[in-house]
C-alpha cells in the first residue's frame, strides 16, 4: 500500500514538473505587459537604438568593423533613430491636445458642479434630507425646496 502511495505522488509530481515544459509557446508568451503604451515603446525603442549606436563605435574603435560597414550601420541607426523622435515628436503633440481636452472637461464639470442645487433641509428642526422629498424624515414637517450653491 505503501509502495502505490509513493507511486502515485512521484507521477503526480513528474506530470506537474513536465506539463509546462510540454505546453505550446504561443501560450506562454501570448500576453503584453500591462504598461505597453506608445509612448513607453518608443521609448524602449531609443534607448536600444543608442545601446547599438554605442556598440557599434566601442567595436568599430576596437577594430573589428571595415569604415565601409561602419559608415553603413552608422547611417541606418541614425536614420532609425529620427524617425523614432519625430514619432515622438508626433505623440507628444497629440497627448497635448489630449491634455487640452482634459483641461476642457474638468472646467465643464467645474461649472456643472458649482450650479444651483436644490436644498432639502427641513425649516422646522434643520434635519437635511438627502434626497429630494416632501417631507422631512426626522419630523415630518412639509419642506419646500430651497436653491443652494453646491
Do not use: W
Amino acid at each position: 500500500m505503501l509502495l502505490v502511495i509513493t507511486i502515485l505522488i512521484t507521477v503526480s509530481l513528474l506530470v506537474l514538473v513536465v506539463a509546462p515544459l510540454l505546453a505550446p509557446e504561443s501560450a506562454a508568451g501570448a500576453t503584453l505587459p500591462v504598461d505597453v503604451t506608445p509612448q513607453v515603446d518608443l521609448k524602449r525603442r531609443r534607448l536600444v537604438l543608442y545601446e547599438n549606436l554605442q556598440d557599434l563605435e566601442f567595436e568599430y574603435k576596437a577594430g573589428k568593423l571595415s569604415p565601409e560597414d561602419y559608415d553603413g550601420l552608422r547611417v541606418d541607426y541614425t536614420a532609425e533613430a529620427a524617425q523614432l523622435m519625430a514619432a515622438s515628436q508626433e505623440l507628444e503633440i497629440t497627448s497635448t491636445e489630449e491634455a487640452f481636452i482634459e483641461r476642457e472637461v474638468a472646467a465643464r464639470r467645474a461649472r456643472h458642479k458649482a450650479e444651483t442645487v436644490p436644498d432639502y433641509t427641513c425649516p422646522k428642526c434643520g434635519f437635511e434630507n438627502p434626497l429630494p422629498v416632501k417631507f422631512c424624515g426626522e419630523c415630518g414637517a412639509a419642506i419646500l425646496p430651497r436653491e443652494r450653491k453646491a
